[in-house]
């Protein structure tokens, strides 16, 4: 992001946290060279990233969905929601960079931040989105947190 007071490219992000309305991060970035320090709002580019799904065919990815999905595992246990979504922007930043992303690589990068959080919402998650094979792979899965 370029420095709007020198025009340097290279700036650097001192603070990040989501905004108010939850569909941002806001960021308090820094100037490399003429270190002007400067807020922006930024969001992942979504509107054209297509999903690939395990059959191989392609969807527009859906925001309202998965998060419905989260927000269900999510449901009666003490998480912060507000936390839920800031981690999730963080991975839409990430998936957002292709055109593509992949439907498996959407369920972990969402297992990975509910197993941080909350034990009973990752496991809930997990069950649905990896259709477990067997119970064998859904204990190896519990014993690891
Ligand atoms: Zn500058």
Known sequence: MKCPSCSFENTKVVDSRISDVGTSIRRRREC????FRFTT???AQLHNLMVRKKDGTVEHYNR???ERAILIACGKRPISL???REKLLELEEKWGKGKEV???E???GVVDLLRD???IAFIRFASVYRQFKDVETFKKELEKI
């Not at 490399?32 to 270190?35: F, G, M, P, R, T």
């Open 32 to 35: 490399e060279k003429c270190e």
């Open 41 to 43: 709002f930024e969001r």
């Open 64 to 66: 309202e969905k998965l």
């Open 82 to 84: 507000e936390k839920v």
């Open 102 to 104: 992949d439907s498996r």
């Open 106 to 108: 959407i369920g972990e």
């Open 117 to 119: 959080l909350d034990e």
